[in-house]
């Protein structure tokens, strides 16, 4: 999730944990709750390696459970906070502000890797959009409220409450989604096909479904409020050709372990070289996918050679699209995306 809201969370969670520290327990808090994601300042030496290692060891319940226990006993020896809170209540204070930050991460659809060094694939549940207003303003409402009064514990506890109600919602949209397309992918033989279903940019009311299949993404979107109107999916080719070359890379491998099958390559000439290209369809919408990479070069020979990976741009949605996703939210005969990028 974007700073403001993890901030907002640890702030909410450090006046409800302890309450009896006032305006300091938001401040704590909110600088345990942007903590984790200090590591986009660590360089790892590509492109790839700065986008598969974000929410990496900085993410680890384990490693966060461990900085929590060791922050909570220095506090709790410090003389002057020992009058306030026992090592317990610096534990829970610690530990919560802390491991929520990648608990939080991992219902966006980027992906956290929630038990490094445990190499395994990072855990997303793709229910909540980066930027997601109504889950953030209920956490901001009661922040600012107990910064004014401390007091209000109470009301802060309870907008805490209401955010992590909105989780469930999306958690029950989503399943809902699913249920629809069920019958859809039944038909057209995708059932057992890798599928991503996640919500369109700032809201849950509106969802994106990405299904792989034969060589293609076929994309589509379902709003809550479609009735009965069956789902549509259109195919884009994924660009199968060159997964074989981008496969006996490092950076190729790499991004394979951490988007899954939702990749496309496609080749592209730059500075009068021939590139190979990856993108991971997971992130951005159809036609504004942000995050590709160069990750191998033609020779003159014709074979490919590996390069270290760049960013090769960063498209985002424009205002067109971003009001037709709006539109579609209310109305299926409006699609947001005509052509692929």
């Known amino acids: 999730m974007d700073s403001v809201t993890q901030a907002c969370l640890g702030a909410a969670i450090g006046g409800v944990v302890m309450p009896r520290l006032g305006r300091r327990a938001l ?96 855990i997303s549940w793709h229910t909540l959009f980066i930027i997601d207003p109504l889950y953030t303003l209920p956490l901001l409402t009661g922040v600012i409220a107990f910064a004014i009064r401390p007091g209000t514990h109470r009301l802060l506890a309870a907008m805490l409450g209401l955010s992590c109600l909105y989780i469930g919602f999306s958690l029950a949209a989503q399943a809902f989604v699913e249920q ?75 991004l394979s372990w951490f988007s899954g099958p939702f990749l496309r390559y496609q080749t592209r000439r730059e500075a009068g070289r021939e590139r190979l290209l990856a993108t991971d369809l997971r992130l951005g919408v159809p036609g504004a996918h942000p995050f590709t990479f160069s990750i191998a070069e033609r020779e003159d020979d014709g074979r490919w050679r590996p390069v270290t990976s760049e960013r090769a ?5 424009d205002r067109a699209v971003m009001q037709r996703l709006l539109a579609r939210i209310t109305s299926s005969r409006v699609e947001p995306i005509t052509a692929p990028d």
Request: glycine share 8%.
């Open 180 to 254: 629809r397309l069920a019958p859809v992918l039944a038909q057209r033989g995708m059932s057992s096909d890798p599928i991503l279903v996640q919500p369109a940019p700032l809201t849950t009311l509106l969802w994106r479904v990405t299904v792989i299949h034969d060589g293609a993404a076929y994309e589509g979107w379902v709003s809550l409020l479609d009735g009965d109107t069956p789902p549509t999916l259109a195919p884009w080719p994924l660009g199968d050709e060159w997964q074989g070359t981008a496969q006996r890379t490092q950076d190729g491998q790499r």
């Open 313 to 317: 741009g960063s498209a985002r949605p």
């Open 27 to 122: 401040l704590i808090g909110a600088a345990l709750g942007t903590l984790p994601d200090l590591d986009v300042l660590i360089d790892y030496g590509d492109a790839v390696a700065d986008y598969t290692r974000h929410r990496g060891f900085s993410h680890s319940l384990i490693v966060l459970t461990g900085v929590a226990t060791l922050l909570a006993g220095l506090a709790a020896r410090w003389s002057r906070t020992r009058e306030i809170a026992s090592f317990q209540h610096w534990w829970w204070l610690f530990t919560l502000c802390l491991t929520t930050h990648p608990l939080l991460d991992a219902f966006t659809t980027y992906g956290t890797q929630l038990l490094w060094p445990i190499p395994l694939r990072p």
